[in-house]
């Protein structure tokens, strides 16, 4: 299964072609099965050790991880930075040497500078999949909000999809508007003019001011998460503003397609990306895009593991 | 109610029109502007030979002082000397106490200006909170509350990556940012310009670069953001350049000058004359010359008053005590109107920068006598001679430099929504 997957690592979205693509989510899709077993466990990866290096916290992405590890029955390191040996003085190399030694096969690195695991890629001989670098990338979100909208969908081809918030500093944003892209997908962004690339055409995706512009006819609505400080310094006067002329609720939502479909990458600010209201709303496929987290990593896991074997 | 303007001359520059003509209001709208309209039964007729007729003045850059200031001026004191001067339209800037960067403020100064009923009240909202540089304010509920744009105006933001904020949020909301250009560093414990006549009153200078260096901040932040920036007050030779440069490269910027700065120079200060104390300072023939060639040739796109009320209390004191600013609303049309009669300006490009331009600028109703509009209308004699008196502004303060000027020129009638709110006894 999947062994054509020319890649050693998966850094960012850039280079995998639409069929890469495609492998991946397929090789999810029948991974799931998996996952809905009564003992969700298979012996695929018995054997392979997985390092999780997150020198940035991120409870969800980690988690996922090594839920995805584990059903594989691969081993997994933990490494966080907080109360580390990072802490003491130790740089990025001498920490990934020091994990390197005690064997792994394959690296999961969240770091809060952009480029790091592509720094690690370079130094270290075994695969690395980036879970989160800085305002750079976060691939695995993006083929896990691939994967979520196939299944809804069936296809990418003339689908618009709206990103509102903060999308000059989402590395959410940034690898789901090349992934969907890639797949044939249009994507529209908006968010306060604080948030929004100061091109005008950021890696492809149409910019507009206003969110029910963005939102216009869309099947595919995603909120990202915001912070109200970034680089130190508010980027929206207030939590109430952000909600009122950039929050998803009922009204917003009622200018998309039909049946359009509601994701956030969480953890959701509820009361400001996105109104209470919508907890129920028809198309929210939150806890499918979690689902799909877990499938997305096995797959990358294997592809990678079983490229590095071959 | 009907009104029949008889054989004035017409000004609309949003129409190109220059000519000798009839203008009908019904129900506070223009409903016909021609060569000649036979007067409809029951219509009250206003001859208005030798009188021009432009769409109603609108001033981009007043102070009301109220909330918080009410003995140098109010709501109702300010907006009756803005009708006085043939303004049917003031946009009020945010540095009252407090400050407006709050709807509620925001909807008490237009709730204040219904009650009064005399001009249009435009409010001009922080672009900070409390002005104090730190935080953006809350732009999408100024808008809601009925701000048509933002300034810091008094305390200008200091902070470039603020500013570059404040012009990026602001285009989320089609908001106009109104930039005092002034690089608080340089203009620091400054008095008036700097040069000879600082020296010589031995008062510490503003230097011209003050307001280039912050003038040419905007104009690179407007390249980078792309979103539109207005520059308020422009006052020298060096700005005006910078100005130029920037449109000659297509950049979203404007400006404006007050006609203190284009008939004023710092000479008016000696004897340290508190009423010539202004903010930017009085510049020299060369600023003034270059201002003036600005205003002809488009490089500054509007005039607006700067009005800027202050009692004895601020004014009647040591020079550097003195509060900077002084009165403008009812002393700017004959101030322009000398531009017009040195030939530097038409009749039409005179009507562009009190009405037309203003109105774009701040993206509001105006500026305009095509029928459908709203009949703002001010009605001038061009030529009318009065002399400034303390008497005759309307302004409860009365710190005008021009006091004991000869003016040629005054707003005769004023009309807002084509109702009557000035109309010179
Ligand atoms: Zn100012």
């Known amino acids: 299964m999947g062994v054509d997957f020319p890649h050693r690592h998966l850094l960012e979205i850039g280079p995998l072609s639409p069929e890469d693509l495609w492998t991946v989510l397929k090789t999810a899709r029948n991974l799931k099965e998996v996952l809905r077993r009564p003992i969700p466990k298979v012996p695929t990866l018995r054997g392979k050790v997985v390092a999780h290096l997150f020198f940035e916290p991120s409870t969800r992405t980690r988690l996922s991880f090594e839920r995805a590890a584990k059903v594989l029955s691969a081993e997994v390191l933990n490494f966080s930075a907080r109360g580390s040996s990072l802490e003491k003085g130790e740089n990025l190399l001498d920490t990934i040497k020091n994990v390197a030694a005690m064997g792994p096969d394959l690296l999961v690195i969240r770091h809060p500078a952009s480029g790091a695991p592509h720094f690690v890629a370079r130094k270290i001989g075994i695969p690395v999949i980036n879970a989160g670098d800085g305002f750079h990338e976060h691939p695995t979100q993006a083929l896990l909000d691939l994967l979520t909208v196939w299944e809804r969908k069936g296809d990418f081809q003339g689908l618009k999809v709206a990103i509102i918030g903060d999308i000059r500093h989402s590395r959410v944003a940034h690898s789901d508007i090349l992934a969907f892209r890639k797949l044939g997908a249009e994507v529209w962004v908006s968010g306060p003019g604080t948030m929004l690339p100061p091109e005008r055409e950021a890696l492809g995706a149409r910019v507009v001011r206003r969110v029910e512009e963005a939102v216009e006819g869309a099947d595919v609505v995603m909120a990202l998460r915001v912070q109200k400080e970034r680089h130190g310094r508010s980027l929206f006067p207030s939590w109430h503003e952000y909600s009122r002329f950039f929050g998803l609720n009922r009204r917003v939502l009622s200018r998309a397609a039909e049946g359009a479909l509601l994701m956030h990458p969480g953890p959701i600010n509820w009361g400001v990306e996105l109104a209470p209201e919508l907890e129920d709303f028809p198309g929210q496929v939150i806890l499918e895009q979690v689902e799909n987290g877990v499938a997305v990593r096995m797959a990358l896991l294997l592809l990678l593991l079983k490229a590095a074997e071959a | ?425």
């Open chain 2, 1 to 425: 109610m009907r009104l029949l303007i008889r054989k004035a001359r017409i000004l609309d520059p949003s129409q190109g029109l220059d000519l000798e003509g009839d203008l009908l209001i019904e129900e506070g709208r223009i409903v016909a502007l021609d060569r000649e309209i036979p007067p409809p039964s029951d219509c009250e007729i206003f001859e208005a030979q030798r009188l021009w007729a432009l769409p109603g003045l609108i001033d981009l850059h007043v102070h009301l002082r109220e909330p918080g200031e009410e003995w140098k001026e109010d709501l109702e004191t300010g907006t009756t000397a803005a009708a006085a001067g043939g303004f049917t339209a003031v946009a009020c800037m945010p540095n009252t106490r407090p400050p407006n960067d709050s709807p509620e403020v925001t909807r008490y100064l237009l709730s204040r200006a219904r009650e009064v009923g005399r001009t249009r009240v435009w409010p001009v909202a922080c672009i900070s909170k409390g002005q104090e540089g730190r935080e953006l304010a809350p732009f999408g509920e100024l808008k809601e509350a009925g701000a048509v744009a933002l300034s810091d105006d008094g305390r200008p933001v200091a902070d470039s990556g603020l500013m570059r904020l404040a012009l990026e949020y602001a285009a989320s909301f089609d908001l106009p940012v109104i930039s005092h250009a002034e690089d608080p560093g340089l203009s620091a414990g400054g008095q008036v310009n700097e040069g000879p006549v600082a020296a010589r009153l031995g008062l510490k200078g503003i230097p011209a670069e003050a307001e280039a260096v912050a003038i040419f901040r905007e104009v690179r932040l407007a390249a980078l953001t792309g979103v539109p920036v207005h520059i308020a007050h422009v006052s020298t030779a060096l700005s005006v350049e910078i100005l130029r440069r920037a449109k000659e490269e297509g950049l979203p910027v404007t400006a404006e000058t007050a006609p203190h700065y284009f008939t004023l120079t710092e000479e008016a200060v000696l004897e340290y004359n508190t009423q010539a104390k202004v903010n930017p300072p009085l510049r020299t023939e060369v600023d003034r010359e270059a201002v003036r060639q600005a205003l002809a040739e488009g490089v500054i796109d509007a005039v607006a008053t700067d009005h800027a009320p202050h009692s004895p209390l601020e004014k009647e004191v040591e020079f550097p005590a003195a509060a900077f600013g002084l009165l403008g609303l009812e002393t700017a049309v004959p101030l322009t109107l000398n531009l017009v009669r040195e030939g530097l300006l038409s009749p039409l490009r005179f009507a562009e920068l009190l009405s037309t331009a203003p109105a774009r600028i701040l993206k509001v109703p105006g500026g305009t006598l095509k029928p459908g509009s709203p009949a703002d209308v001010t009605l001038i004699d061009p030529d009318l001679p009065w002399v400034v008196t303390e008497e005759e502004l309307h302004s409860k303060s009365k710190n005008s430099p021009f006091l004991g000027w000869e003016m040629r020129g005054r707003a005769v009638l004023t009309l807002v929504e084509g109702e009557v709110r000035w109309r010179l006894r």
